[in-house]
Every structure is written in structure tokens, then in C-alpha cells.
């Protein structure tokens, strides 16, 4: 089952603009992720942020967690072509879950 | 980081055969394994868990029979895709993650494509 939605479903932007993703999910978490899909292609691991973290960098990556609105945010600055991917985020569920539950994702468009 | 090797990348079968999928991790030992199931242009919908040494645990609305699963080593889980029908086709990834530690990424295979025509 699907733990919850992606906003906006697409997003399509200039090269060297930021790119913003949202998330918001349903139930209580252990920790919130978010990954990149290529097309075809598996996942990729960009960040995780536990339940008891409010914002995370890594790169030209910024997370945030909202625990009370039940939300994250995905900040992409200075965005390259080759950032154009599909972005989910996944949440894991309370301790011993351990499968994670994906958002509907966001497709995200470089225009270079 | 880890890697997740998963085989074949693509195959093509006949309706009404079985495709078998192997999802192998090569550096490290997984005790779980993940099936997913990714029609285009949507996201991951989580088909079963995979555990070593014993039977899967299958997502509500997954036929187990149809879709089998087994988890015969700690570097192995294999899905196989039984009496396959054209609505079957869509693409399958697997994922593993170290079940020791608290808080861990997960990590994929590079997923399949299953066609039956």
C-alpha cells in the first residue's frame, strides 16, 4: 500500500534553478528517505532523515521533516540536466518494520 | 555502499510460461529482501518480503502462488514469475537492506523488465 503523496506529480524547470518536491504521508514513521529512479532503472539512496531531525544537507541536497504536518520537503539547488529522474520519498514504519513504503513520486524535468 | 545485482534486466516470455528473476547482494548478507512491482510511470508497490530460511511474506492482493518466491541464502532471493499473463508484464525490483542496523537505507537492484507476449 502506498504511504502517501508526492506534490507536484511533474516538475519541469531550467537548469541552475531549484527544484522543490514535497511529500506527505499518513501513519507514524521511524525515519523518512527519499530516492532517485532514472528511467529503467533501480533506485538510488539520496538522504535519510530520522523522525526526531528536523532538516538534513548533503550536497545540493536539503531534506525537511514536519513530523506534526506529516510531511518532508526535497530541495534541489542549482539543478543540471542530469538531475532529471523520478524523486520518491519512503517512509519506514515504526522499529521492526523494516519494509519501506513509497510516495507516488515526482517526476522532475531538466531543461538545459 | 552496498550493491544489489538483480538478473536478467529485461526478458521476454510467452504467455503461460514461468520466468524466474534472481536478486543477489554481493557484499554484504541480507536476511530480508524486498519484491516491488513499478508499472510506468508510477511508483514502487511493495509485492512481498523475502526472508532467509523461511516463507515470504506476501502484500494483501499478491497471489502468492503466482508469484513465488524464495530466499534460500543470505546473498540470494529469487521471484518467480509463474503461468505468466500479459497483465504480468511490468517491471520488478528488488531491494535488500542491513536488517542489523537501525535507520538504514535500502538498496536496489537495477530492476526488470518482464514482457509476455
Known amino acids: 500500500s502506498q504511504q502517501g503523496e508526492e506534490d507536484p506529480q511533474a516538475l519541469s524547470i531550467q537548469e541552475g534553478e531549484n527544484a522543490t518536491m514535497n511529500c506527505s504521508y499518513k501513519t507514524s514513521i521511524n525515519n523518512l528517505q527519499w530516492y532517485r529512479q532514472n528511467s529503467g532503472r533501480g533506485l538510488v539512496h539520496l538522504i535519510l532523515i530520522r523522525s526526531n531531525e528536523r532538516e538534513k544537507h548533503s550536497g545540493r541536497l536539503r531534506v525537511t521533516l514536519d513530523t506534526s504536518k506529516k510531511s518532508s520537503s526535497l530541495l534541489i539547488t542549482a539543478s543540471r540536466a542530469a538531475d532529471t529522474a523520478s524523486y520518491f520519498c519512503a517512509t519506514d514504519p515504526p522499529q521492526g518494520a523494516q519494509k519501506l513504503v513509497f510516495g507516488q513520486g515526482t517526476r522532475l524535468t531538466i531543461n538545459p | 555502499g552496498a550493491v544489489v545485482s538483480q538478473h536478467p534486466s529485461w526478458v521476454i516470455c510467452k504467455s503461460g510460461t514461468s520466468v524466474k528473476i534472481e536478486c543477489r547482494s554481493l557484499?554484504?548478507?541480507?536476511?530480508?529482501m524486498f519484491w516491488y512491482r513499478q508499472f510506468p510511470k508510477q511508483s514502487l508497490m511493495l509485492m512481498a518480503t523475502?526472508?532467509?530460511?523461511?516463507?515470504?511474506?506476501?502484500e494483501q492482493g499478491v497471489e502468492k502462488d503466482k508469484f513465488l518466491i524464495n530466499h534460500a541464502s543470505l546473498t540470494l532471493s529469487t521471484l518467480t514469475v509463474t503461468s505468466a499473463h500479459p497483465e504480468d508484464s511490468s517491471f520488478y525490483i528488488c531491494s535488500a537492506r542491513i536488517v542489523d542496523w537501525e535507520n538504514t537505507e535500502a538498496f536496489f537492484g537495477q530492476g526488470t523488465r518482464l514482457t509476455v507476449v
Open positions: 557484499d554484504f548478507q541480507a536476511t530480508t
Open positions: 523475502s526472508n532467509e530460511g523461511s516463507k515470504a511474506t506476501y
